[in-house]
């Protein structure tokens, strides 16, 4: 048990080391962020930016965008350098086969790895379980309040089926 705590404190010095690091090379432990009482934005800037939600409007955020876009190495939006995949299976076609379903809880999202799942029936499973993963796929949640929650998917977990609620 004394190994295991040894081992535990040691993998979280480690994690926040490598997160000084990040940190240290995107720029942001320079960064502060200072909450305006409000803010406005253009309906240009909306059109513009194809979005209509406040937040994203939100000056802190602005500042976020623009260290990001003046990094040295370079940036590109996450559709331009990845595929938005829709759902692509349906387990109630195939009620009496078996499937390993992830959902939000077996995300462990300081490790960004999926750390459990549950097998069950087609016809047990939640109508959102409409998404098989394969290895190297990068599932993320779409709920609001747990949007820390990503995950790669590891080679024994290919052809898992993961549920509507995360990007993919």
């Given at each position: 048990?004394?190994?295991?705590?040894?081992?535990?404190?040691?993998?979280?010095?480690?994690?926040?080391?490598?997160?000084?690091?990040?940190?240290?090379?995107?720029?942001?432990?320079?960064?502060?962020?200072?909450?305006?009482?409000?803010?406005?934005?253009?309906?240009?800037?909306?059109?513009?930016s194809s979005r209509m939600d406040a937040d994203y409007f939100q000056p802190q955020y602005t500042a976020v965008r623009s260290l990001v876009q003046s990094y040295p190495?370079?940036?590109?939006?996450?559709?331009?350098?990845?595929?938005?995949?829709?759902?692509?299976?349906?387990?109630?076609?195939?009620?009496?086969?078996?499937?390993?379903?992830?959902?939000?809880?077996?995300?462990?999202?300081?490790?960004?790895?999926?750390?459990?799942?549950?097998?069950?029936?087609?016809?047990?499973?939640?109508?959102?379980?409409?998404?098989?993963?394969?290895?190297?796929?990068?599932?993320?949640?779409?709920?609001?309040?747990?949007?820390?929650?990503?995950?790669?998917?590891?080679?024994?977990?290919?052809?898992?089926?993961?549920?509507?609620?995360?990007?993919?």
């Amino acid at each position: 048990i004394r190994k295991a705590h040894s081992h535990l404190r040691a993998s979280r010095d480690a994690y926040h080391t490598a997160q000084q690091l990040l940190e240290v090379e995107l720029g942001l432990d320079k960064l502060t962020l200072e909450g305006p009482m409000g803010y406005t934005a253009r309906l240009s800037e909306s059109v513009n930016s194809s979005r209509m939600d406040a937040d994203y409007f939100q000056p802190q955020y602005t500042a976020v965008r623009s260290l990001v876009q003046s990094y040295p190495g370079g940036f590109a939006p996450l559709l331009a350098c990845c595929d938005s995949l829709r759902p692509n299976v349906d387990p109630l076609r195939a009620p009496q086969q078996s499937f390993t379903y992830i959902e939000l809880s077996h995300i462990n999202s300081a490790i960004g790895a999926v750390d459990g799942a549950m097998t069950g029936l087609g016809r047990d499973l939640p109508s959102r379980a409409k998404r098989q993963v394969k290895s190297g796929d990068v599932i993320a949640s779409a709920v609001v309040g747990s949007v820390d929650k990503a995950a790669v998917i590891a080679d024994g977990q290919d052809g898992f089926i993961a549920s509507t609620g995360f990007f993919h």
